[in-house]
Antibody, heavy 121, light 106 residues
Framework: EVQLVESGGGLVQPGGSLRLSCAAS????????MDWVRQAPGKGLEWVGR??????????EYAASVKGRFTISRDDSKNLMYLQMNSLKIEDTAVYFC????????????WGQGTLVTVSS | IQLTQSPSSLSASVGDRVSITCRAS??????LAWYQQKPGKAPKLLIY???TLESGVPSRFSGSGSGTDFTLTISSLQPEDFATYYC?????????FGQGTKLQIK
């Protein structure tokens, strides 16, 4: 059974940093691209970014709103993906989901339950 | 690429046939997915490549369209279908979602 479990959320002050983790199980993690998607309280979904697999040299893509502040990485030996968030802003407050990209295309077929990040003074 | 869903909210009854549209600001071929989200839960993939039903999703859900105009149709609403629905374009980065359509019980 495919499982994705996010962790690392919490309360952080504006300008601070936080690192989220996504633990994957039930599939060959190293084969798949992985995404982060967020959802501000009461709002819609916002795509945050993607990391490709080793065969595609772990390259990344980001939304304009987080580019230069957020970094996605992965450790295939541990089946973990990370989201390093720096220079956090109040508007980064959201539930952050990790999601799997299936091999067939760019859609997201499995999602974690999310972890809440609150940026507030 | 901007995606505009309509309507933003919709009231319907069990057994109704409903359609939600998603319009892209430029052509995206068939690179579109639809997701369902219930309160406090993660989104669930329903449809990919505009019209392909994800495994395990009931056949009352269907998708159509290509280019800039897409539709998600639920042929006969069931109580568990009341949720928020999002489209997502998968054509170019940054990948983007529509603003969502909240489907409520009439």
């Amino acid at each position: 059974e495919v499982q994705l479990v996010e962790s690392g959320g919490g309360l952080v002050q504006p300008g601070g940093s936080l690192r989220l983790s996504c633990a994957a199980s039930g599939f060959t993690f190293s084969d798949h691209y992985m995404d982060w998607v967020r959802q501000a309280p009461g709002k819609g979904l916002e795509w945050v970014g993607r990391i490709r697999n080793k065969a595609n040299t772990y390259t990344t893509e980001y939304a304009a709103s987080v580019k230069g502040r957020f970094t996605i990485s992965r450790d295939d030996s541990k089946n973990l993906m990370y989201l390093q968030m720096n220079s956090l802003k109040i508007e980064d407050t959201a539930v952050y989901f990790c999601a799997r990209v299936p091999g067939r295309g760019n859609d997201l077929d499995y999602w974690g339950q999310g972890t809440l990040v609150t940026v507030s003074s | 690429i901007q995606l505009t869903q309509s309507p933003s909210s919709l009231s319907a009854s069990v057994g109704d046939r409903v359609s939600i549209t998603c319009r892209a600001s430029q052509g995206i071929g068939s690179y579109l997915a639809w997701y369902q989200q219930k309160p406090g839960k993660a989104p669930k993939l329903l449809i990919y490549t505009a019209s392909t039903l994800e495994s395990g999703v009931p056949s009352r859900f269907s998708g159509s369209g290509s280019g800039t105009d897409f539709t998600l149709t639920i042929s006969s609403l069931q109580p568990e279908d009341f949720a928020t629905y999002y489209c997502q374009q998968l054509y170019s980065y940054p990948l983007t979602f529509g603003q969502g359509t909240k489907l409520q019980i009439k």
